[in-house]
């Protein structure tokens, strides 16, 4: 299995809705990524999970909380998000070891979301 | 911030032809990768380059990477229409641990 499976793919939330973002993956990987991509931009780091364990967060207001239940899962929960929040969130991960950092990311197809 | 700067933003060219795109960064780097990106979904890692390395060759792609100019190119020779896509490079590795920060990407448009 070479492939991260984001569910659900697209997502429609009230402002005071709380809904969670899954992430999945099987290839062993020991560090998963939470980027955030707004129309036309780069996608942008929010957190970063190394053998379970939040290890970046990139200053991200606390109505996204992540977590990692285990090593083949990654969730975000969403809580009281704004319209601003509206964007595609994508999920990544790759291998940890000797020389970090030198591996590349298998990155899933992302959840499009849209706060109304 | 974004530490990579893409250029051109925008590029479009004939099936057959090469694409050249290029990426500047700003602070030292262990690695510096490309990756495509299809109508918004997931990107696709496409090659990496470590910064020992001066050029790096992956079917129709060629990467090279000047660590004393801050920059690299991706090249894609012979190109599909299947190759319209936005391609973004990336740089990891230096002191911030697990993190790879993206450039603003070039939009590929290839006409067929």
């Known amino acids: 299995d070479t492939e991260v499976t984001q569910t659900p793919k697209h997502l429609v939330m009230g402002m005071t809705n709380k809904k969670s973002l899954k992430c999945e993956q099987h290839m062993g990987h020991r560090a998963m990524y939470w980027y955030k991509q707004k129309a036309k931009k780069p996608p942008e780091l929010m957190f970063v999970?190394?053998?379970?364990?939040?290890?970046i967060n990139e200053s991200v207001p606390s109505r996204f909380s992540p977590e990692c239940p285990n090593s083949s899962l990654l969730n975000l929960h969403l809580h009281a998000l704004q319209p601003e929040d509206s964007a595609l969130y994508l999920c990544a991960s790759s291998l940890l070891g000797p020389g970090t950092g030198n591996y590349g990311y298998t990155f899933g197809s992302g959840t499009r979301l849209t706060v109304v | 911030s974004q530490q990579g700067e893409e250029d051109p933003q925008a590029l479009s060219i004939q099936e057959g032809e090469n694409a050249t795109m290029n990426c500047s960064y700003k602070t030292s780097i262990n690695n510096l990768q490309w990756y495509r990106q299809n109508s918004g979904r997931g990107l696709v890692h496409l090659i990496l380059i470590r910064s020992n390395e001066r050029e790096k060759h992956s079917g129709r792609l060629r990467v090279t990477l000047d660590t004393s100019k801050k920059s690299s190119s991706l090249l894609i020779t012979a190109s599909r229409a299947a190759d319209t896509a936005s391609y973004f490079c990336a740089t990891g590795g230096g002191t911030s641990y697990g993190k790879l920060t993206f450039g603003q990407g070039t939009i590929l448009t290839v006409h067929p």
């Open positions: 999970y190394s053998y379970e364990k939040l290890s």
